[in-house]
């Protein structure tokens, strides 16, 4: 059986790894890694590669920035080709960004096979672009993988019948066990400024790089001005996505952070970064596996949005939903300060087992 299994962004690269290593270990898949090339810069793709040691893809498409369509147009097209070159029995595709919804379609187009790994995650807001790639994905997939048991629901919801739906845990998990293990022996590089933060008595880290939050500037301005506030009870690290990191420039918000107890720092790789966030007493974030990697470790996490497509974390975990407003991110922050902190624990199949799961029902399929 052959397989492609594709990546594009970030987030993706954290999924791929352990699926990867799971389908390998069967012994009997010929599986062929695919980077669409979302991601490019060093520090976004190739060091994620180093760390979670993912081999060299075998297909890279080379998409790169662009809007939306055009973006999806160009990894299509690029896709398309590797498809009828290879003429795989199924392609994998993992989480909810542009790669996804664009190798999925131009696959399943092909007449081939889709499993979708983190399906069902559904945050009920169509204006996320993430939205619209979760649900068009689900809708054409063969085999959905489900992280928690609300991706049931909503599958079900959509008239997904049962055979296709497998609720096996949550690979972004399965990483994070992995790379802990091996931070305990790693020597991780961290900027001096970094490490001094972190030898207080506590520390916060921020990611934030959500259109919504970074692309608008009196949104942005009202969260930074938040988060300046919060830096000077307790220093915050923050390591800027290249989208929030030419907003802050253009947005003429680079004094502001000067002012501040904020640490701004390029992004980091998956270990320095874990390295970091690890630790924190508080995660600031509106990215979406960060909400589910802090309820694993059982770090509290304030997630600066309106909704969650992953309820677990809320329901179950350390997450906290705080809104996009300066008032509701520092009246979280002073309950936080006030001792209401909140303990939570590792949902169902989220074990370091979830990406084995995938590939025992992988291997069952007769293709
Ligand atoms: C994408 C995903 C989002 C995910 C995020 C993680 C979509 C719709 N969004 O958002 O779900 O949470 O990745 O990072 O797929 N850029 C660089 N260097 C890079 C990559 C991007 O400078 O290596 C710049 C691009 O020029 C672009 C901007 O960052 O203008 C945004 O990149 P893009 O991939 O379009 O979306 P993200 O905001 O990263």
């Known amino acids: 059986m052959k397989i492609l299994l594709v990546a594009g962004a970030r987030p993706n690269f954290v999924k791929v790894a352990p699926v990867y290593r799971a389908i390998i270990a069967t012994g009997g898949i010929d599986c062929r890694l695919v980077h669409t090339g979302q991601h490019y810069d060093y520090d976004m793709s190739q060091a994620f590669f180093e760390d979670l040691v993912i081999p060299k ?55 081939i096979n889709v499993a979708h790994v983190e399906a069902g995650l559904r945050s009920g807001d169509r204006t996320m672009p993430e939205e619209i790639n979760r649900i068009v994905t689900d809708s054409i997939s063969d085999l959905l993988f489900v992280t928690e048991r609300a991706g049931i629901d909503n599958l079900r919801r959509e008239g997904h019948g049962e055979e296709a739906i497998h609720f096996v845990g949550n690979v972004m998990i399965d990483t994070l066990f992995y790379q802990l293990d091996k931070l305990k022996t790693a ?16 520390y916060g880290v921020v990611t934030l790089h959500r259109p919504s939050n970074v692309d608008d500037r009196e949104r942005l301005l009202e969260i930074m001005t938040a988060l300046a506030e919060i830096s000077g009870d307790m220093p915050l690290v923050f390591p800027v996505h290249p989208r929030t990191s030419r907003s802050i420039e253009e947005f003429g918000l680079t004094s502001l952070v000067r002012r501040s107890n904020l640490y701004l720092t390029a992004s980091l790789s998956y270990m320095s970064f874990l390295a970091v966030w690890k630790d924190a007493s508080l995660v600031l974030t509106d990215s979406g596996g960060l909400q589910e990697e802090t309820t694993a470790l059982g770090v509290p996490c304030f997630t600066i949005r309106e909704n969650t497509e992953r309820p677990v974390t809320i329901d179950e975990g350390t997450n ?48």
Not at 72 to 95: D, L, R, S
Not at 187 to 202: A, C, H, K, Q
Not at 346 to 356: H, L, R, S, T, V
């Open 57 to 111: 893809p075998r297909h890279f498409l080379g998409a790169g920035s662009g809007s939306h369509a055009a973006q999806t147009a160009k990894i299509m097209k690029a896709f398309e080709k590797v498809c009828i070159k290879e003429k795989p029995g199924m392609v994998i595709v993992v989480g909810d960004v542009n790669s996804t919804l664009a190798c999925s379609v131009t696959a399943k187009k092909l007449l």
């Open 187 to 202: 020597d991780v590089p961290l900027e001096t400024g970094i490490r001094e933060r972190m030898r207080g008595e506590s």
């Open 320 to 367: 906290t939903l705080v809104g996009t407003t300066g008032k509701g991110i520092k009246e979280a922050y002073r309950r936080f300060r006030d001792g209401d902190i909140k303990k939570g624990r590792i949902p169902e199949f989220w074990d370091g087992k979830a990406a084995e799961r995938i590939a025992k029902v992988i291997l069952n399929q007769k293709l």
